[in-house]
């Protein structure tokens, strides 16, 4: 048999992954292991979030030789390019239990925030049977900026925070609004922003006023103009709060456009928050605030995205003699919705009409029979006493002039062609297309996944993927409101960085299933670090601010 040579160094390294794995190759059989107190990632990128770091306790598998110890523990910060800088810290072994070894910064005291961290243990370091770790142990982790109104001493009162609402709601009449309730806790949490030392923005990200929730009979005033300054007089006390802010100058205010406030005009918000700013497209009802300290944070209200709530400029231009009409499907779907609830979801002697569906390959056809269930789908849920038969559906907005049936919006199926056709929104699946050309969205959504999933939050969150990180790197923080779920969702752009969805829910009386009153805070990095972070919290009527999820965090270099 030939004889193999093997040269030294590729023989030490055989010798020791024989022996103990890696490491100091004297090691007796076996290895210790730890368990640290705090979460902690093996990724400088990507390090684990803690709220809040007193201190870091490991605990290992056995007890820990304390002749060992010296030069074994080191802790580092790392700074906004993600250099380590090594910080003196204290490390102590518990004398009740040698198997537990806590590290403190230098001053033994909590971890500042807002700061990415990095500690080593070395495999140098042995249990009193002289085992050692596998290999040295290398943690990243990140302490993440809480939310404090009345100021978080290590933003050493600068003003740098983003506090992101959405969906308020503001309603014209108390008897239907689904904003009342709330309405003196959210005039109490504006008045802490206004007060924060650390507050830098307040993003209201659509849906400020409600000029979608009426009756069907309710009876539009004359001019879209007047209708939002009784919404503004209606909530006169949340309205003055914001000129409070706006009027101190501490903090900028942009609002947002959404779908429930897609006519509000830029002149009515400017003229019930004056000096306010607005982040608008070309497109009336919609736009995106960008904003951080790398344009790396859009705030949109997420409508767009729906098949029955983004602008419509092109179905209704020969009803309405209007070319900025933009009123999309789901105005009169939330009109019927209201009627329901005010009249408490009344028996009703309605029967949705048998529709034969057509073959899905006449894609136009097809696309009215989805319209059609979708509509079937909404009134057997929200039942209204009137009859599909009766004008019961007083417009005049938008260029809509007329009192409209509920078989006006309706599909109707000829009995001897078979062909659907509709009086209002006529070929609204054809120009699906073109709405979200109109509408800037960079990858189209498919005609049968956005009406069938038009209802799903989850599909009108994924779009924060779908729109922006899987198309644009520059883009680590997307928030939306809309769905009125709040929620804080870690993801991944197309270069594997990762990025944050959030999701500012809604601040209406209820929400069945979900929390309201919550907000999103986005605090951007220190000028020594490179941690970004976002929280999501609830306000309540006592005045409490509960943070509802883990915090998630990004690295901006």
Request: overall charge negative; aromatic content about 6%; proline content about 4%.
């Given at each position: 048999m030939r004889k193999v040579v093997y040269p030294v160094a590729l023989l030490a390294i055989l010798l020791n992954v024989f022996l103990v794995g890696c490491g100091n190759p004297s090691t007796p059989a076996g290895v210790l292991t730890l368990e640290p107190n705090i979460m902690m990632s093996g990724e400088a990128g990507d390090p684990a979030v803690n709220n809040s770091v007193q201190n870091i306790t490991f605990t290992f598998s056995e007890?820990?030789?304390?002749?060992?110890?010296?030069?074994?523990?080191?802790?580092?910060?790392?700074?906004?390019?993600?250099?380590p800088n090594e910080e003196p810290c204290v490390v102590r072994i518990d004398p009740g239990d040698p198997a537990l070894l806590q590290v403190n910064n230098k001053e033994a005291g909590k971890f500042p925030e807002g700061e990415e961290y990095k500690i080593t243990i070395s495999w140098q370091l042995k249990a009193q049977t002289g085992r050692a770790l596998e290999k040295e142990f290398i943690g990243y982790f990140a302490t993440n900026d809480a939310f404090i109104p009345s100021g978080n001493?290590?933003?050493?009162?600068?003003?740098?925070?983003?506090?992101?609402?959405?969906?308020?709601?503001?309603?014209?009449?108390d008897s239907f609004s689904e904003f009342s309730q709330n309405r003196p806790a959210l005039v109490e949490f504006l008045n802490q922003i206004r007060n924060s030392?650390?507050?830098?923005?307040?993003?209201?990200?659509?849906?400020?006023v409600d000029e979608w929730f009426l009756p069907m009979d309710y009876i539009m005033p004359q001019s879209e103009s007047a209708f939002v300054d009784a919404i503004a007089a209606n909530n006169k006390t949340v309205i003055d709060a914001f000129n409070s802010i706006i009027g101190d100058g501490n903090i900028k205010v942009t609002y947002v456009p959404g779908n429930h406030d897609i006519l509000a005009t830029e002149a009515d918000i400017q003229r019930i928050l004056p000096g306010i700013n607005q982040a608008r497209d070309d497109v009336q009802g919609l736009g995106t605030?960008?904003?951080?300290?790398?344009?790396?944070i859009a705030i949109e209200h997420g409508h767009r995205y729906n098949f029955f709530c983004a602008p419509d400029p092109i179905s209704n231009r020969d009803i309405t003699q209007n070319n900025t009409s933009v009123l999309p499907p789901g105005y009169f779907f939330t009109r019927i919705a209201t009627s329901s609830v005010v009249e408490g979801h009344p028996a009703?002697?309605?029967?949705?009409?048998?529709?034969?569906?057509?073959?899905?390959?006449?894609?136009s056809q097809f696309g009215y029979y989805l319209y059609a269930k979708a509509w079937a789908s909404i009134l057997s849920e929200l039942p209204v006493k009137e009859a599909f038969s009766d004008k019961a559906i007083k417009t005049h907005i938008d260029g809509f002039t007329e009192d409209y049936a509920i078989n006006d919006l309706i599909p109707q199926q000829d009995p001897n062609t078979g062909k659907l056709d509709v009086n209002l929104y006529q070929g609204?699946?054809?120009?699906?297309g073109k709405r979200q050309e109109i509408a800037g969205i960079p990858v189209p959504i498919p005609l049968q996944d956005a009406i069938i999933q038009a209802g799903d939050a989850d599909f009108t969150d994924n779009q924060a993927k779908t729109q922006y990180f899987d198309r644009d790197s520059t883009k680590k923080i997307v928030v939306f409101g809309h769905t009125h779920v709040a929620r804080l969702d870690p993801c991944t752009n197309l270069e594997g960085q990762t990025t944050i969805y959030a999701n500012s829910g809604t601040w209406i009386d209820h929400m069945q299933g979900h929390p309201t009153m919550t907000f999103i805070v986005i605090t951007p990095p220190k000028a020594d670090s490179?941690?970004?972070?976002?929280?999501?919290?609830?306000?309540?009527a006592s005045q409490a601010i509960t943070r509802l999820e883990g915090a998630q965090v990004i690295t901006i270099r």
């Open positions: 007890p820990l030789d304390i002749k060992t110890i010296a030069g074994a523990i080191r802790l580092y910060k790392l700074d906004s390019a993600g250099n001493p290590d933003l050493n009162n600068t003003r740098s925070q983003i506090v992101v609402i959405s969906d308020l709601h503001m309603g014209v009449n030392q650390n507050v830098k923005e307040l993003v209201i990200a659509g849906d400020l605030y960008v904003t951080g300290v790398h344009s790396e009703s002697s309605n029967i949705f009409p048998e529709i034969t569906a057509p073959s899905e390959k006449d894609e609204v699946q054809d120009n699906w490179a941690i970004e972070s976002v929280n999501l919290y609830q306000y309540s």
